[in-house]
């Protein structure tokens, strides 16, 4: 016998306040359905916000939340199983969860000017079975909110750069900054930035060949005989770091100084008008060991401001540092095994949304855990992050 005699419509019960979950179209078919599909999302949601980080912790959650979940949704059969969590989850496409994000961030955020955007991939490291390569995931970064704006899905690292045109193709990226490594430093991207009135600042490795090889040797000469600090068109900044019983001095050199390309190669790179070269000397400082210097180079369509170069360089590993490290040490990503088709991007989706929502509390409450354990207690505090209250 169907779940659903009753032919009773399970496709929306989207709770006030989801409405940009709406985008989301319910994969489910026929009438074996028992629970409301916007009823499911919010569970999720709500369990990833309070600290579960996957389906058995999130039926766990929603089993001890009853009370409290019946303020919002009506949950009329019962909190789904974590297999029936799971099972929906990879009926999901995650382009529509993706489009999702991207929704929600429109009513949590107000838009972002004259910012940074990094993009960069990230492997959910857990999510591999034998039949499936883990799961890849490249987004865009906010990196003064702190705010995932865009993400996109490939089977592997070496389809980032198709993910990276279709990124680059769904943000309005008027007057921003674009930060991108090695692997997506391409012609056709610095073309497509400044036709959107942007700029790019792209690192620069031996990817790039010819043009790789000649910035070396570009710099290697003028760092020996040239007086930096007095020449027209050369920029220098210094400045220093100390973390973790290290100390580093970091030395950015720009130039806008570019006549010695070939007018070919050059005229490949859209509105190119800087090359810079950032080395890091690090010092151990209970032994005075240093460390063997490390040599970056960048190319962009920025002045050759040291200074103000050497911040847009630093604002581009916040993606890392504040995006994907979070992730893995507070949200277990690459420790969540979560592999069957779908799921595991999804609920990839839902952290990042959930690491949103957290990002924009700029309360009292500092701390990323601390956060989701107030969120799990407080229910007052979780009511307003998912701004129901």
Known sequence: MPRNPDKIDYSNGFPDGFEAFQIIEDPRIGNHRKHHFGEVLFMAVTATLC?????????????????????????PNGVPTAQTFSNIFNLIEPKQFNLCLQAH??????????????????????????????????SAWDTKQQL???????PDKENEIAAIDRILGQLDLTGHTITIDAMGTQRAFAQKIIHKKADYLFALKGNQGKLHK???????FALRHLKLASAKGWSIHQDFQSKHGRQTLCSVVATDKLDWMDGEIRSQWANLRSL????????????????????????????ADAQHLRETIRAHWGIENNCHWKLDVYFREDANQTGAGNSS???????????????????????????RFQALMNQSYRERILSLA
Request: glycine content about 6%; overall charge positive; proline content about 3%.
């Open 148 to 154: 995932t704006l865009c993400q996109d899905h490939v």
């Open 51 to 75: 600290g579960m980080d996957n389906f058995a912790e999130i039926e766990d959650f929603c089993e001890n939340q009853t009370t409290w979940l019946q303020k919002w949704i009506t949950i």
């Open 276 to 303: 810079i070269v950032v080395e890091n000397q690090t010092t151990e400082v209970s032994t005075g060991r240093k460390r063997r210097a490390e040599k970056r180079y960048y190319l962009s369509s920025l002045p």
């Open 105 to 138: 961030l429109k009513t949590i955020s107000a838009p972002l000017h004259d910012g940074i955007i990094a993009l960069d991939g990230k492997t959910l490291r857990g999510s591999h079975t034998l039949k499936q390569k883990p799961v890849h995931v490249v």
């Open 345 to 371: 991007k999804n609920l990839g989706t839902i952290r990042r949304i959930v690491l949103n929502l957290l990002n924009m509390d700029t309360g009292t409450v500092k701390s990323l855990p601390k956060k």
């Open 214 to 220: 000649e910035t070396i040797d570009h710099f290697h």
